[in-house]
C-alpha cells in the first residue's frame, strides 16, 4: 500500500456521508432522497485530483459517462497498479473489502455505484457463502452495457421522485445481472423462465398497484407480495404484462389521468398528485410521451 492517508467506508451505514470522506463534499447528485436499501448511487463532476487509500465495504464501480477528453490515470487496486487512459464509456470495478486509490490530470463526471453484496444475494435469491460471490477488479474497461446503464442512472438522479426509485431498482437489478455474468469469479449462468406469473400471483400484484398507485412503490416491495426474487419477479412479471413494472405503473398512473381528467372538478396540478406524480411538469412530460399531447390538450379534446 502507498503512504497516502488511508480511509475505510461503509456505505451502507455511512451513506452521503461516506462518499464526503473521500471527497471532503457531497456529490452533485445521489441516491439518498430514493431510499436504495443498500444501494449507494451518485453522480459528481471529479476535477483532476487524488482519492486516499479507500477500502469500501462495498463492491464500487465508476462509470465514466462525462469525459470530454481521455484522462490519464494512475490507479491502484488490490497491489496492483497501472498507468492507463480513460475515456468515456469506460468503467472500473473495485471489489468489496479492496484497498485502491486513484489520481487523474482531468476532469469530467462519473457515476459511483456502492452495491452491498447481500443485496445482490438478495436480490437474486442466491444461496452463496459470502465468499463465493467474488467480483474480479477491473481497471478501465470499455462496456457498452455498463455505460447504457449509468447514463439510465444519471437520468433516474436528474428526475426525483415518484418512479425514480422503481426505474433505478430495475437498472440497478440490470447491472448486479451484468456483473455476475461477466465479471464475477464464478461464472452465473441464470436461468430464465417463459411461464410469467400464475394467475392469482399477477391478480395480487395488479390489485395492489392499483390500490397504491399514488405510492412511491419499490420493485423489492413488489416482489416480496409473491415470493420471489426482484429480478425474476421483473422477469416474470414483464412476460405476463409485456410491460416492465416500470413501464406498467407509469401506464396505469396515465390511464388514471386520463379518468380524472375526463371527470373534471380537478385541476392539472391536483390530477398530478392524486396520481403520485410530484408535480405538474413531471406528470405532463410522461402523459404527453405516452399519448402524444399534452394533459391541457386532452381536457380541451374532452370537453
Not at 477500502?55 to 477528453?69: N, R, S, T, Y
Not at 452463496?128 to 433516474?156: N, Q, V
Not at 371527470?263 to 405538474?280: E, L, M, W, Y
Request: aromatic letters at 10%.
Amino acid at each position: 500500500m502507498s503512504d497516502r492517508e488511508s480511509t475505510i467506508v461503509d456505505f451502507t451505514v455511512a451513506g452521503e456521508a461516506g462518499y464526503q470522506q473521500i471527497f471532503d463534499r457531497p456529490p452533485l447528485l445521489s441516491s439518498i432522497s430514493a431510499q436504495l436499501d443498500g444501494l449507494l448511487v451518485a453522480y459528481d463532476y471529479f476535477p483532476p485530483g487524488a482519492t486516499p487509500n479507500i477500502l469500501a465495504k462495498q463492491h464500487g464501480l465508476g462509470i465514466f459517462i462525462d469525459l470530454p477528453a481521455p484522462v490519464t490515470a494512475e490507479r491502484w487496486i488490490d497491489g496492483k497498479l497501472r498507468r492507463e487512459v480513460v475515456r468515456r464509456g469506460d468503467a472500473v470495478i473495485v471489489p468489496a473489502d479492496t484497498w485502491h486509490y486513484a489520481e487523474w490530470n482531468r476532469g469530467g463526471g462519473a457515476i459511483v455505484v456502492g452495491l452491498e453484496p447481500k443485496v445482490i444475494r438478495d436480490t437474486l435469491n442466491l444461496t452463496l457463502e459470502r465468499d463465493r460471490l467474488e467480483l474480479i477488479p477491473h481497471f478501465a474497461t470499455t462496456d457498452p452495457t455498463i455505460d447504457r446503464i449509468g447514463i439510465s442512472l444519471k437520468h433516474a438522479l436528474e428526475h426525483p421522485g415518484s418512479l425514480s426509485r422503481l426505474y433505478a431498482e430495475s437498472m440497478l437489478d440490470a447491472l448486479m445481472m451484468h456483473l455476475l455474468q461477466h465479471y464475477s469469479v464464478q461464472k452465473y449462468a441464470l436461468p430464465t423462465y417463459h411461464s410469467g406469473l400464475a394467475p392469482t400471483q399477477l391478480e395480487q400484484i395488479v390489485d395492489y398497484i392499483d390500490t397504491y398507485l399514488d405510492r412511491d412503490l419499490s420493485l423489492h416491495e413488489l416482489a416480496q407480495i409473491v415470493q420471489l426474487s426482484p429480478h425474476y419477479f421483473s422477469q416474470l412479471f414483464k412476460q405476463s404484462t409485456g410491460f416492465s413494472p416500470h413501464q406498467y405503473i407509469l401506464r396505469c398512473r396515465i390511464d388514471r389521468g386520463k379518468k380524472l381528467l375526463r371527470q373534471g372538478g380537478s385541476s392539472i396540478a391536483q390530477v398530478a398528485k392524486t396520481i403520485g406524480f410530484t408535480d405538474q411538469s413531471h406528470f405532463h412530460r410522461h402523459f404527453k410521451r405516452l399519448e402524444g399531447i399534452t394533459p391541457k390538450a386532452f381536457v380541451r379534446q374532452a370537453f
